[in-house]
């Protein structure tokens, strides 16, 4: 992509009304926009980055069994109110609207109940299990508060996966895979060594649900861990009891803030047999569905990666979800010399490389390198009359200070 094309502009100043890091960059760099309080648009470099990330959801939930689809928005009432879910005392965040004949509708903050209401018309066999279904959606929750940029939105996207097995054996056996394909995820987004699969209250039949919970100081979790033994508690779980259980002491706990990346919760039969889920099983008795569901906050993850990586410059981020794999940054404004830069620009793109081309002219080279720093991208090649009289370029890695020259044909190698 070139960059002389791309409609969003960089901003040297912080918007006023910001007070978050992740925020205050992706703004600054063109990577979001504010509609309003908890609410933000993604730009084209917003969504290069979100998708890659999706991308990476997706192999992995794929590789678990997960088949993709997308729910409404726009949900009925009485699904909700069979399990008890549809008034603000039992679930606080909902958005409410009416349709024109006075029907009340809600607006998805979660999909439990719909998804599963869906797949009573393909379950009915155990022959049918099990099945995972999972979507990307954009879930709208009218939350209190809305301070930590896209950390917390009253509108977000989440990666919402949901298992239906025959019973509690088979249910464990994925419930332990999604641990596993989670934290996959969260290793391949640069994240692994600061996310801890947490034990946290909720789950209908067992003691714990799951939390995912990365270190950072935006976070607003507080979780305590132990790094030798790999446990993690939050502190709704925590007590005596808990920590004998886990074989544990106060003592050996680090209190760390952590954001919440992902829950994943067991609900048991509770909810099938809410909603008349069941199955005939192979002696043609009738058999309630165990139901899970596994949440990662995708848009929260986006913001996390950028509060974990991010230095005083901009935005750093890992090569895994970089919107562009290079920045191409050039200097040129002598005719002889666009063309040379416009052919590297054509030859890596041919090559495959994800590059973004700073062929802005007349464009002074310390802000074409600050634009290149608050962006974030992961190698920077520079192109210059200088680096061209030895057929060469400049290049240094985002998150290095030192750069060096290399002949443009090295480079292509
Ligand atoms: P929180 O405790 O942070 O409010 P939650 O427990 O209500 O989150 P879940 O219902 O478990 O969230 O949703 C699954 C995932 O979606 C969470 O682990 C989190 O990563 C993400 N998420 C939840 N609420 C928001 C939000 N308002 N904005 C962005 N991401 C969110
Ligand atoms: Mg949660």
């Known amino acids: 992509m070139k960059q002389s094309q791309l409609f969003t502009k960089t901003r040297k100043e912080a918007p006023a009304d910001e007070v978050s890091k992740n925020a205050e960059f992706l703004t600054r760099a063109g990577y979001i926009y504010k509609e309003m309080a908890g609410a933000y648009a993604y730009l084209p470099l917003g969504i290069c980055v979100l998708e890659k990330i999706k991308q990476i959801i997706r192999e992995e939930m794929n590789a678990v ?20 879910r549809w008034s603000d005392e039992n679930v606080d965040v909902w958005f409410k609207s009416k349709l024109k004949n006075g029907t009340e509708v809600g607006f998805g903050w979660s999909h439990e109940e719909p998804i ?38 009253r509108e977000f996207v989440m990666k919402d996966l949901y298992s239906y097995s025959l019973d509690a054996e088979q249910h464990e056996k994925f419930y332990q895979g999604v641990i596993d394909a989670y934290m996959r995820v969260f290793e391949r987004v640069g994240l692994g060594d600061d996310t801890f699969v947490t034990f946290a209250s909720g789950g209908a039949f067992t ?31 925590l007590s005596d ?53 596994y949440g990662i906050g995708v848009t929260r993850l986006m913001g996390v990666i950028v509060e974990r990586f991010a230095d005083e410059k901009g935005l750093v981020w890992p090569e895994s979800v970089a919107p562009f794999q290079i920045h191409l940054v050039s200097l040129c404004s002598e005719e002889a010399d666009v063309k040379k830069a416009d052919e590297l620009y054509e030859t890596l793109t041919k090559q495959g490389k994800e590059v973004l081309y700073d062929d802005r002219i007349g464009v002074r080279a310390g802000e074409k390198f600050a634009d290149s720093d608050l962006i974030g991208i992961p190698l920077r090649v520079i192109i210059s009359p200088k680096t061209l009289a030895q057929d060469s370029v400049e290049i240094k890695k985002r998150n290095e200070s030192e750069a060096k020259i290399i002949a443009i044909d090295e480079l292509l190698k």
């Open 241 to 293: 009891k808990v920590l004998q259980d886990l074989g544990v002491t106060r003592d050996e706990l680090e209190e760390v803030k952590t954001a919440e990346v992902g829950n994943i919760f067991n609900f048991g039969t509770k909810k099938s047999e809410q909603m008349n889920l069941y199955i005939t099983d192979e002696n043609g008795e009738k058999k309630y569905v165990h139901l899970g569901s």
């Open 65 to 84: 069994g997960g088949q993709e689809l997308i729910m409404t928005s726009l949900q009925r009432k009485e699904l909700w109110e069979n399990t008890d």
């Open 207 to 237: 003691q714990f649900s799951h939390e995912f919970q990365t270190i950072t100081d935006a976070g607003e979790d507080v979780i305590y861990i132990n790094r030798d033994k790999k446990i993690a508690i939050n502190n709704e779980v």
């Open 116 to 153: 599963s209401e869906m797949m009573k018309n393909y379950i009915s066999s155990y022959k049918d299990l099990p099945a995972y279904v999972y979507q990307f959606q954009t879930k709208m929750r009218n939350e209190l508060r809305a301070k930590s940029g896209i950390l917390r939105g």
